[in-house]
């Protein structure tokens, strides 16, 4: 009498871990170990806090960006209104208003410039994609109206502290702890929350999303308010981190945010992408960003990278379902 042979037992990854977000941790592991073995300076307590302090604005963009690019949507503007938030902050500072109503008057400038997008899109019906378009060049051109080539640079303290200086007795900075809280707060919501999968839904399909009862116009609308509205006050953490405020604050950063979000493996139809591959694209742009400024690179160089990321997040993807498709029809074909 035989005994059976015992059952194989099988590996199986945690549900959120799947190939792309294996793939992503491959390349911050391997840029990791790179920079590290060719700058001294890279792996270091110092260059990291340099790091999260000067990538704040970006950081704080992604996050929103991460969900209007779920629900179907883009907004190239982030980083004008980013610009114009911190220009209009400059001004009425200049103009002698506290501190205390300056930011909230830049604050508010963001959230109402995310409101006309949101209006033009949902209300009007045009194409997130040309109204952002025309908004990214009309928002830093009143930014430049505003400021010309002037800048602001008495800035208040508390402002200046909180994006430069970290927490005492360690290297933290406090705009880091922030964006680790939005980000958390993003995460669980677009993920576990009621929102987040409404915000799915309507990126899957808008039509079926309406005629399921969901407000679509007004989530989508308020999603391009959140977006204007952190990219204020991302555009004046910036300033207190540079210590100015100019009009071409900003200037590029739109490209960067949203080849973030597509290398995190959002769809740019909607409907499909998880918050922890957005967080894994940005470690792996920062670290790669900040190998490059170590080794003198060019901004020219360093967009050209970014770039060639995001090619890589849409044409990968995109072969392996060709070549899953092409192994289907074969192994069908010979059932």
């Keep these: 009498m035989t005994e059976s042979a015992a059952p194989k037992r099988t590996v199986r990854l945690p549900s959120w871990l799947g190939p792309w977000e294996l793939m992503l941790t491959a390349l911050v592991v391997l840029a990791f170990v790179l920079a590290s073995a060719t700058n001294p300076y890279f792996a270091t307590a110092d260059n990291f806090a340099i790091t999260a302090i000067g990538a704040l604005g970006l950081c704080l963009m992604v996050v929103p960006m991460a969900w209007l690019m779920t629900a ?21 500072l200049r103009a002698g208003l506290p501190a205390w109503l300056a930011i909230g008057v830049g604050i508010l400038a963001g959230a109402v410039a995310g409101l006309v997008n949101g209006i033009l899109v949902v209300d009007v019906g045009l194409p997130s994609l040309i109204v952002t378009i025309g908004t990214l060049g009309l928002y830093r051109g009143c930014a430049y109206i505003l400021l010309g080539n002037e800048g602001v640079s008495e800035l208040p303290r508390a402002l200046t502290s909180f994006a430069q200086d970290s927490v005492p007795g360690s290297l933290v900075p406090y705009g880091f702890l922030a964006f680790l809280a939005l980000a958390a707060a993003a995460a669980v919501l677009l993920h576990r929350g009621a929102i987040g999968r409404k915000v799915f839904a ?7 999303a309406r005629f399921s009862g969901l407000a679509v116009r007004r989530i989508k609308r308020s999603l391009f308010v959140f977006s204007g509205t952190v990219a204020a006050v991302a555009g004046i953490a910036y300033s207190g981190y540079i210590s100015t405020v100019r009009a071409t604050n900003g200037t590029g950063l739109e490209l960067v ?43 020219a160089v360093q967009y050209m990278v970014t770039g060639l990321l995001m090619i890589g997040a849409v044409v990968v993807p995109a072969l392996a379902a060709r070549i899953r498709a092409a192994r289907d029809r074969r192994t069908g074909g010979r059932s």
Excluded: C, H, K, Q
Excluded at 202 to 207: A, D, K, T
Excluded at 258 to 278: E, H, Q, T
Excluded at 283 to 291: A, Y
């Design 257 to 299: 945010v949203i080849g973030i979000v597509l290398i995190g493996g959002v769809s740019m139809y909607g409907g499909r992408g998880s918050f922890a591959d957005v967080l894994l694209a940005l470690i792996l742009v920062t670290v790669v960003t900040s190998w490059m400024t170590l080794d003198d690179a060019e901004t």
């Design 72 to 92: 179907g949507e883009i907004d190239l503007s982030v980083a004008s209104a980013f610009g114009l938030s911190a220009a209009i902050f400059g001004v009425t």
């Design 202 to 208: 309507i990126g899957s399909n808008p039509e079926v």
